[in-house]
Nanobody
Framework: QVQLVESGGGSVQAGGSLELSCAAS????????MGWFRQVPEKEREWVAD????????NYADSVKGRFTLSQDNAKKTVYLQMNSLKPEDTAMYYC???????????????????WGQGTQVTVSS
């Protein structure tokens, strides 16, 4: 059974930092692709970033490039999203997602990721 366990999130003032983590287990992929999406009420879920586990291959949405950094601990099957210089528009529910590197598309789609975490709230106040 695939499990994605998210942690981190919370409330911070603009300009501050937060780190999210996502630990994966039970997945069937030889090369997993782990990513983060975010969603605000009444809007579509938006791709933020992803990383190919076991290789240093990261991708970021333009809106977070230069501010967010995705890293991995392959032994722990965990990814970390370090979010710096946070803005109020970064406020959203953040979801960890898992798919197969070999099934990815560009631009990324929700359908590229078969498994999802429960979500963790990030709130940035001005």
């Amino acid at each position: 059974q695939v499990q994605l366990v998210e942690s981190g999130g919370g409330s911070v003032q603009a300009g501050g930092s937060l780190e999210l983590s996502c630990a994966a287990s039970g997945y069937p992929y030889s090369r997993p692709l782990m990513g983060w999406f975010r969603q605000v009420p009444e809007k579509e879920r938006e791709w933020v970033a992803d990383i190919s586990m076991g290789v240093e291959n990261t991708n970021y949405a333009d809106s977070v490039k230069g501010r967010f950094t995705l890293s991995q601990d392959n032994a722990k099957k965990t990814v970390y999203l370090q979010m710096n210089s946070l803005k109020p528009e970064d406020t959203a529910m953040y979801y960890c997602a898992l798919g197969s590197y070999f099934s990815r598309s560009w631009p990324r789609r929700l359908a590229d990721f078969a498994y999802w975490g429960q979500g963790t709230q990030v709130t940035v106040s001005s």
